[in-house]
């Protein structure tokens, strides 16, 4: 007969519930079982602190936590997780980001994106400051950056003068109009109609807005 597993105790309960997704779960499990050891307490598998977790509605993940996947980060500034991933493939932000490979995701720390608006904010322009409060829960930080760099890094939108209408770049308007891009963007730089449909469009970005 297999003997059952020992009950949790209130300290283990008391470490997982303040800890449970604010870090990656392997880290989770590493940290419980050097506790364990410290304080004798009984050895948890992964399996049985993931156990525990579920059934108790706890989060298994880190996504918005102290610690964050890359479509984490995404969620909070409603930007597409592959975005964020470029972000931290760029040498000089990886260097500050300084994510980490844990199970089958890249965790970054929120502290790191607090150092990056501080050393490059121009990376996070073009978003609010309440999305950017989000990430780096720091109102006065979040501020700042926001009004310092409001169009977006690398930002090609533009914009349909008589309908309104945005796109995020060149090649979507032509698609949406079955033009060349090229097309259109040569009406925009010499700042004229399209010709064929008569329509005029201009880039969101500004060239003077703190480039």
């Not at 977790?53 to 500034?77: A, I, K, P």
């Not at 309440?130 to 690398?154: I, K, M, N, P, Y």
């Not at 930002?155 to 008589?162: A, F, G, P």
Request: aromatic share 10%.
């Amino acid at each position: 007969m297999t003997p059952r597993a020992p009950r949790w105790t209130a300290p283990e309960i008391d470490y997982l519930e303040q800890y449970a997704g604010q870090v990656p779960f392997p880290d989770l499990v590493y940290q419980m079982h050097r506790k364990a050891m410290k304080y004798g307490w009984p050895v948890r598998s992964a399996v049985a602190i993931r156990k525990w977790l579920n059934t108790r509605g706890q989060h298994v993940g880190c996504r918005h936590g102290e610690w964050m996947t890359y479509s984490g980060v995404g969620d909070l500034l409603n930007c597409s997780s592959d975005r964020v991933a470029n972000w931290a493939r760029t040498p000089e932000v990886r260097a500050i980001l300084e994510p980490r490979w844990r199970g089958k995701a890249w965790f970054t720390s929120r502290d790191s994106w607090r150092r990056l608006a501080r050393k490059m904010p121009r990376i996070l322009g073009g978003f609010s400051a309440d999305a950017l409060f989000l990430l780096l829960e720091d109102r006065d930080l979040a501020e700042q950056v926001a009004a310092a760099h409001r169009s977006t890094l690398g930002d090609w939108r533009i914009r349909c003068i008589e309908t309104g209408e945005i796109y995020e770049n060149c090649s979507a308007a032509a698609r949406r109009y079955h033009l060349n891009r090229s097309t259109i963007n040569r009406a925009i730089h010499e700042g004229r109609p399209v010709a064929s449909i008569g329509l005029t469009f201009e880039q969101l970005r500004q060239p003077t807005d703190n480039s």
